[in-house]
């Protein structure tokens, strides 16, 4: 007996050792519900200590409302005694001393003992698998509620077998299954017939189950039998221990994609312009005709080939990065403009491009297509225009400096022309003063002699007083002579003075207009005296200016000297009349002149220089010129003419009574 007892205790310190090491809570309770035993999980997990717990009825570890029916189940459960897990099919839940509510999984062992009938539990906190149930459940519901309303896509769940198991909205419109109509039908219904033949449903998915996923495009067939080109995913979905469970198939009706793929193909191949794709890797995936012609190889030797081979050697080993840098900021923008660029053909020619680069992205990722223009002739049209323009910047140079030349030619005939007009006022001057000075010398003369006489007489004694008469009325008659032809050649050299500084200063004075005239037409008289033609000026009294009174004898100089010399050439009388007056701010100079008149085909040409009728008969083409520059340059003004054969001259100069300071 002593050794039984021993061995009873030892076997009951192992008994307690392994509840106690045990991961779980253990409670033992007797057939009246007395709890007898607990270990260390279960305190941990109710709060409770140990000595608080023994000899308690077990309800207090159930919640108040499951405590009123618990003794009842457990009577039942001690009547029929037997090994089973609870909690499987409902939920069960504990109670902490707190009053917490825990989530737990009871498994019951029957106990018998030599102190009668037990029940040993082991309970397990379910909580953390509680909220991941329910965490997957809501996810299982969202994604059910995701999957089932969308209708852009044809999402379904396939068995092992390819049976179908689930069927959303946009499977129903793309396809035309309704779910009851397909769910537990084979995915073979999709695929055309020529493609189940060759067994390529059961290629997909035996491809998906070894890979992960398998994705595949080509034709499919809805319920009316029209096919549409498709995009189709296959996922295998495996459980935890990795058994393939099935697959979840995602399709996408790419038919308008393909249509647009195509008439992209389409109108890439009729491009006038050489076209290629390539992707990110410089791998040449599409060409044109144009392309083949242009560089010269077959699109079989293009299609997969890095495009380094269309470009010379020198540039080939620097595209790669520039390629690189392009992917990484596409961008459409044209290339080549400010520098030269170069493709490079079979035959190993250098060729001219130009060539415009646009980023496209499609279902294969991103690509850039280039359009290539061959720009031979351009170069060749720009090296002939850069020639042509080197040609003509010489010419213009030599023309400019002709023009140059001209001009200073043209100055010193002008400034000729002046001196010449100048020159003949001089010398009409001098005639008109030879003749009064000439009379005052001979009444001078005259009167010296008749001196001389009288102091002989003096001196002999023979004076009388008649002579002394005689010599005072002489004296008298030959001052007055002297006189009055001093005051005449004064004139003339006042007047004479007065053009001739205007002329040659050029500087700018107010002066009465009338007046002015005047002093011209004074100054002229020598010229117009060997003429029968009369000259009248019309000008308001008090009409003052403030311009430049040379320009203006200069201008009214020429203009006499053009009706003399042509509308007069041919003798006669004429009629030459000034009229001058103010219009606003503006002077309105007439000059008209009844002579032969100015022929029609020559009326747009009488201001250009050098032009003449009269070149062998001393005109020197500059007369009218300078009229124009002086009118439209320093008077700041218009001239306009107006004439007809047998009808005389007429010009209309305008010009600002007042200069702007500037001026």
């Not at 509620?145 to 390819?162: E, H, N, Q, R, T």
């Not at 992960?212 to 979905?237: C, I, P």
């Not at 004898?553 to 203009?559: R, V």
Request: proline share 5%; hydrophobic share 40%.
């Amino acid at each position: 007996m002593g050794t039984q007892a021993h061995a009873a205790v030892q076997q009951f310190e192992l008994f307690r050792l392994v509840v106690e090491a045990a991961p779980n809570a253990i409670v033992m309770a007797d057939e009246a519900g007395r709890i007898t035993l607990v270990n260390h999980q279960t305190e941990k997990m109710f709060g409770y200590r140990r000595d608080e717990l023994i000899g308690q009825p077990i309800e207090m570890l159930v919640p108040p409302e499951r405590r009123g029916h618990h003794p009842q189940l457990r009577i039942g459960y001690m009547e029929h005694p037997r090994t089973r897990p609870m909690g499987a099919g409902r939920d069960l839940y504990g109670v902490t001393k707190h009053g917490d509510e825990v989530p737990i999984e009871i498994g019951l062992n029957p106990v018998t003992t030599g102190e009668g009938r037990f029940v040993l539990a082991s309970i397990i906190d379910i909580t953390e698998r509680k909220r991941a149930v329910d965490a997957l459940r809501e996810s299982e519901e969202r994604f059910r509620f995701m999957v089932s309303g969308v209708k852009d896509y044809a999402i379904l769940m396939i068995d092992p077998k390819g049976r179908i198991n689930s069927w959303n909205e946009g499977a129903q419109r793309l396809k035309g299954y309704t779910e009851a109509e397909i769910v537990g039908r084979s995915i073979d219904c999709f695929y055309p017939p020529e493609d189940v033949a060759a067994g390529k449903p059961a290629f997909e998915l035996a491809e998906a189950a070894r890979l992960g996923s398998y994705e595949d495009e080509g034709w499919r067939v809805r319920k009316d039998g029209t096919r549409f080109w498709a995009n189709v995913l296959f996922t295998a979905a495996r459980d935890a221990t990795g058994k393939l469970r099935g697959f979840c198939k995602v399709t996408r009706d790419m038919t308008e994609r393909r249509r647009a793929e195509e008439r992209f193909r389409l109108v890439v191949e009729a491009s006038p312009s050489a076209m290629l794709m390539a992707g990110p890797d410089g791998r040449i995936a599409l060409v044109n005709a144009q392309a083949e012609k242009l560089f010269g190889y077959p699109r079989a030797e293009l299609i997969g080939q890095p495009v380094e081979m269309l470009l010379p050697a020198r540039s080939a080993p620097n595209h790669p990065q520039l390629r690189e840098t392009y992917f990484s900021r596409p961008v459409s923008r044209p290339m080549g403009a400010g520098r030269d660029l170069y493709g490079r053909s079979k035959d190993g020619r250098d060729i001219p491009v130009e060539i415009g680069l646009n980023p496209i992205t499609t279902s294969e990722g991103l690509f850039v297509l280039a359009s290539v223009i061959d720009i031979t002739e351009r170069k060749r049209a720009e090296s002939e225009l850069k020639a042509l323009n080197e040609s003509l910047a010489r010419q213009v140079k030599e023309t400019l400096g002709a023009m140059e030349q001209l001009r200073n030619t043209q100055g010193q005939l002008i400034q000729a022309e002046k001196l010449a007009s100048l020159g003949g006022l001089v010398a009409g001057i001098a005639h008109e003063i030879n003749t009064p000075v000439g009379v005052g010398v001979t009444a001078a003369s005259t009167l010296r002699a008749k001196a001389r006489q009288l102091q002989q007489k003096h001196d002999a004694g023979d004076l009388r007083e008649q002579d002394v008469s005689a010599f005072v009325r002489l004296v008298s008659e030959s001052t007055q002579i002297v006189l009055r032809n001093l005051e005449r050649a004064a004139e003339l050299v006042r007047s004479f003075k007065q053009v001739a500084v205007d002329q040659t200063s050029g500087e700018r004075r107010v002066f009465d207009l009338g007046i002015y005239l005047e002093e011209i037409l004074q100054s002229l008289a020598p010229r117009l005296k060997k003429t029968t033609h009369a000259v009248k000026v019309d000008c308001a009294p008090g009409l003052v200016i403030d311009s430049y009174p040379g320009a203006l004898a200069q201008i009214i100089t020429n203009l006499i000297e053009n009706s003399l010399t042509h509308g007069f050439g041919d003798g006669g009388t004429g009629a030459i009349r000034i009229v001058a007056q103010k219009d606003g701010e503006q002077i309105a100079l007439r000059y008209a002149d009844d002579g032969a008149g100015i022929p029609k085909e020559h009326l747009s040409r009488i201001f250009d220089p050098f032009f003449t009728t009269r070149r062998g008969s001393g005109g020197s083409g500059l007369g009218l010129n300078i009229v124009y520059n002086l009118v439209t340059g320093m008077l700041r003004g218009s001239i306009e003419v107006n004439s007809a054969p047998g009808e005389g001259a007429q010009f209309l100069m305008r010009f600002p009574a007042q200069l702007e300071r500037d001026h």
